[in-house]
């Protein structure tokens, strides 16, 4: 089973959010980048498994700049085969979503896995546009998967539960909490990572549909207003007449 | 020019529906709603009483497969000449919006929090640590909007309930089963949530946790540690990489507040915390502290509601 993995660069989680150039850019200065989470401990991880269990091979693929390199090595050291990086501003996730389509197209996975949305622009666009730009199915934030033979068995998320679900692959499917457990890249994965193939490929033509015109930062809270814990009752008459959210 | 909303109706129609309904009427053009499945027609008419003309219904569609809404959208946008498509940004929406996005070659905002402000639309980014303003650059629009960032507004009577054959084509996605724990209110819809964290020990201390949100008609919730070690379902877990909500009342107990838990809770309209450690970075993003022992405080909470819902 051939296995492809979007990968998406994000801002490690404990950054601070700050815009330069007219608040219309992210400031990246010292900022470091990880893996986005969801695209690493879930759709990466996930993927590995299935292929230690089944055979085949897992593939990953980011949109960016050169110096994303590193962020793609780690997913090599993490345990994917080969790695292939359209040279790219990833512009929107439109954008992004066709350059990984037109990729994919042309090599025959039986899965594409995204994680279920990044840290950073929590779009969650990127699989179903894939999806549909594959004419494939898409099954999105899954907890568990399954697969046997050509035939996918998932749980995901429906308002109030789960549903389980059964689809013909090839499919696509965002991952999500549930799925798998973190994996740590041992001294020898990071070995192995250096010799790995990482192809760099140009983008395709494509216009992105969507821009961000500028960033703002929320408004500091209010100092915390301290209650008696003997008093609950003021904290009670606080939620009713002044907050009115009970 | 009219704006075509999708609503969810397989369970009912929830409040975000009628918020997506409102936000469209606020674009100032006709509102067509459009939906899939068997739901009955008095209930789908209440799209009229927030400002649709009509509801359009496809009734061949039974199950969420995101590949047939996508395609019974995209016939309803060429049958009405809609330039606009507003969803509220829920499960089955994430799957599809992104999919009509390319089908229609429709720029998408997902997640945004207010009507738009010139040609942009501000959305949350980073985890609700900033905002966005982001601008569409297509002609046709897909907005998708966060749940609980406007109120649904009555504003009219019921409207018409029309079928419609929107060539869905074959489902692709076998629906096996469905389970859904009786009597928990689904944490995403919340409007009022209690949550703890490692500072209650152990999992059989729950229960007065479980106790409050009875009393207070809330969903339960946990931080990550707490998920990961097993003393609560991962669907409970919020924060940056579990749900991220936005409840009227947010209510924490034994959570010190790390930077990834507020990235899940940080748009929630009022965070009260309890803690016993008053260097809790959870109070510097808190609306009301306490600063006690959650296995005394919440108790005390618990009898005070219960006094309050008495007297009211």
């Known amino acids: 089973m051939k296995i492809l993995v979007c990968i998406s660069k994000s801002p490690d989680t404990t950054s601070k959010i700050a815009f330069t150039d007219g608040n219309s850019k992210f400031d990246e200065n010292g900022v470091q980048y990880i893996i986005n989470p969801y695209d690493e401990w879930y759709a990466l991880v996930r993927a590995l498994e299935l292929k230690e269990a089944n055979g085949g091979s897992v593939s990953v693929i980011t949109v960016g700049a050169a110096q994303d390199d590193a962020i793609i090595r780690k997913a090599l050291a993490i345990g994917a085969d080969d790695a292939t990086r359209i040279d790219a501003e990833p512009t929107d996730a439109y954008f992004v979503a066709m350059q990984i389509a037109n990729y994919a197209k042309e090599n025959a996975f039986d899965m594409v896995l995204t994680g279920k949305e990044t840290i950073n622009y929590n779009g969650s666009q990127v699989g179903g546009m894939i999806s549909e730009a594959m004419d494939l199915p898409f099954v999105s934030l899954a907890s568990k998967m399954d697969v046997a033979g050509e035939i996918a068995t998932l749980e995901t998320e429906i308002v109030g539960g789960i549903q389980i679900v059964e689809v013909q692959l090839p499919a696509v499917i965002s991952c999500a909490k549930g799925m798998a457990e973190q994996r740590i890249p041992n001294m020898r994965g990071i070995m192995a990572a250096r010799t790995k193939p990482l192809n760099v490929l140009p983008a395709s033509a494509v216009d992105a549909l969507t821009s961000f015109e500028s960033y703002s930062l929320p408004e500091a809270k209010t100092a915390c207003k301290m209650i008696d814990p003997n008093n609950m009752d003021e904290l009670v008459k606080l939620l009713h007449e002044e907050a009115k959210v009970i | ?312």
């Open chain 2, 1 to 312: 020019m009219s704006t075509l909303v999708y609503i969810n109706s397989r369970d009912g129609i929830a409040k975000n529906a009628y918020e997506a309904i409102t936000y469209a009427s606020k674009l100032g053009q006709e509102v067509i709603a459009i939906t899939t499945g068997n739901a009955n027609d008095s209930l789908l008419a209440t799209a009229g009483e927030y400002g649709a003309s009509k509801i359009l219904v496809d009734k061949s569609v039974g199950t969420d497969d995101a590949q047939q809404i996508t395609r019974v959208i995209a016939s309803a946008v060429e049958t009405t000449g809609a330039n606009t498509i507003v969803f509220s940004n829920e499960l089955v929406a994430k799957a599809v919006a992104p999919r009509l996005s390319v089908r229609l070659k429709a720029g998408l905002i997902s997640g945004a929090i207010a009507t738009p402000e010139g040609n942009t639309v501000k959305v949350n980014v980073f985890s609700g640590k900033a905002f966005g303003a982001v601008k569409i650059n297509s002609d046709k629009k897909i907005i998708s909007l966060l749940p609980n960032s406007i109120q649904p507004e009555q504003s009219g009577t019921a409207c018409s309930v029309e079928e419609f054959n929107g060539n869905a084509g074959e489902a692709k996605i076998k629906l096996l089963e469905t389970k859904k724990p009786e009597g928990e209110i689904p944490l995403p819809e919340a409007e009022l949530v209690v949550s703890a964290g490692r500072g209650l020990k152990g999992p059989e201390n729950w229960g007065m946790i479980e106790d409050l949100a009875k009393e207070l008609g809330a969903a339960t919730a946990c931080s990550r540690p707490v998920a990961d070690i097993g003393w609560r379902p991962h669907h409970e877990h919020v924060g940056q990489t579990g749900v991220a909500i936005r409840p009227n009342l947010y209510i924490a107990a034994g959570i010190s507040g790390a930077i990834q838990h507020l990235a899940g809770v940080n748009g929630s309209k009022v965070i009260v915390v309890v803690n016993t450690d008053e260097e809790a970075p959870f109070f510097k993003a808190a609306d009301y502290g306490i600063l006690g022992d959650a296995f005394e405080v919440i108790p005390k909470l618990t009898e005070a509601i219960k006094k309050f819902k008495a007297s009211n």
